[in-house]
């Protein structure tokens, strides 16, 4: 035989095993994961595992009691935090594979970008939040960068002295700190936060960059694109950053989600620094939101689903289930306010028990989703009959 046709064999033979292999694969599991107002503490979740895990999601978001602030400027000691770490030792997971313990970044004790002994205690304490995550064997941290309190991401703030540049850079540093801490005991860990760069969808298109600048000076939390600049930097090969695009709580259209993903994957990289796009490109991560009160009329605030009917309200849902799935690249977080999935109705307020049909209309979405199966419907009309209804009625 010819060198050039065992070459050519050879080949054949290669590509038919890849056809094989890529035959073979699995699609990504996409996973569901809960949070709000119901989110729970380790003492509980330790206790009512097993009946919380009958709800049809893949892992929470929960919470640490009194140390759970990432800009926390007091020393935190390992034996106040004992008992929570031998608590989330003792939680038996089952089927609630992906589990996040919270932190919030609201600046309550003046938290100053500049202070080094502050940084030495908040990267101490971030140790120690990094053993609480592998005492509970979580996945991972989801940070809330939404500042309840002082607003750590202003500028000029306490820094009228300095130019932006400056504060810039020293947050982009503390934002490396900060996730070189949480890596202490996870070397390969998820951090799920409410919203990165994609916050600033409406500037990214800018091709100048003065003027891009220009603009993100005039916008809130001026400073954060710099910190999660910072937060890549430092990340570890394994550690994965997922962008929970909170905007999509307002969504009502599929196309809005192929839109954000868009936004996420590719359009965001303007606030990336060069030297940094192929580290964002391969651990960075497109989620999804998903706020149940918006699309199920829970909200004291009239949305467009106040001009629904029941049953269109739960089609609006499972709509956003699906494609809140379709386009995430594995994660999906589902918001609620005015409910509660792990109490029984005769232990909560009447108008925070669960909404009939809620559980049914994500595990159809879920269920088709998994399954390679449309959705089956669309919703356009819906939502523009009640867009009508709510104008007519100002």
């Not at 290669?14 to 709000?36: M, S």
């Not at 860990?189 to 891009?212: A, M, N, T, V």
């Amino acid at each position: 035989m010819s060198a050039k046709r065992l070459l050519s064999g050879l080949l054949a033979t290669a590509c038919l095993l890849t056809a094989a292999d890529l035959a073979a694969q699995q699609r990504i599991r996409k996973k569901i994961v809960e949070y709000g107002w119901d989110v729970p503490y380790p003492e509980f979740v330790r206790d009512n595992i097993r009946q919380m895990e009958k709800r049809p999601f893949d892992g929470i978001i929960f919470r640490t009691k009194g140390f759970d602030h990432a800009f926390d400027t007091r020393p935190w000691k390992q034996t106040d935090l004992k008992p929570q770490l031998d608590t989330l030792s003792q939680i038996r997971w089952g089927r609630f594979t992906d589990n996040f313990l919270t932190l919030y970044s609201a600046s309550k004790w003046n938290m100053d970008w500049f202070d080094d002994e502050q940084w030495i205690t908040i990267v101490e304490n971030m140790k120690l939040f990094s053993l609480a995550v592998r005492s509970g064997r979580c996945i991972g941290v989801c940070f809330d960068p939404e500042p309840y309190g002082t607003d750590p991401w202003v500028y000029p703030g306490a820094h009228k002295d300095k130019s932006f540049d400056e504060v810039a850079e020293q947050v982009r540093r503390r934002g490396s700190q900060l996730v070189t801490a949480l890596q202490e005991h996870v070397p390969q860990l998820k951090i799920l936060s409410f919203f990165q760069f994609g916050l600033f969808g409406d500037i990214l298109d800018e091709p100048d960059p003065g003027i891009r600048r220009k603009k993100l000076l005039k916008k809130w939390m001026v400073l954060l694109p710099a910190f999660y600049v910072g937060i890549l930097e430092g990340a570890a090969p394994g550690t994965i950053l997922i962008d929970g695009n909170e905007s999509a709580y307002y969504y009502e259209s599929h196309h809005d989600y192929f839109h954000a993903y868009h936004l996420i994957r590719q359009r965001a990289q303007s606030l990336v620094p060069e030297s940094l796009r192929k580290k964002y490109n391969a651990q960075v991560q497109a989620g999804m939101a998903l706020y149940i009160d918006q699309t199920l009329a829970k909200r004291t605030t009239q949305t467009t689903s106040h001009f629904m009917s029941p049953e269109q309200q739960l089609k609006f849902f499972e709509h956003n289930v699906y494609y809140a799935l379709t386009t995430s690249d594995e994660y999906v977080w589902c918001y609620s306010e005015r409910m509660n999935w792990w109490l029984p109705p005769e232990k909560v307020q009447k108008d925070r028990v669960l909404p009939p049909g809620v559980e049914e209309a994500l595990v159809s979405a879920k269920q088709k989703y998994e399954r390679g199966k449309p959705l089956g419907y669309g919703i356009d009309d819906i939502v523009r009959a009640a867009r009508e209804k709510r104008t007519n009625k100002k």
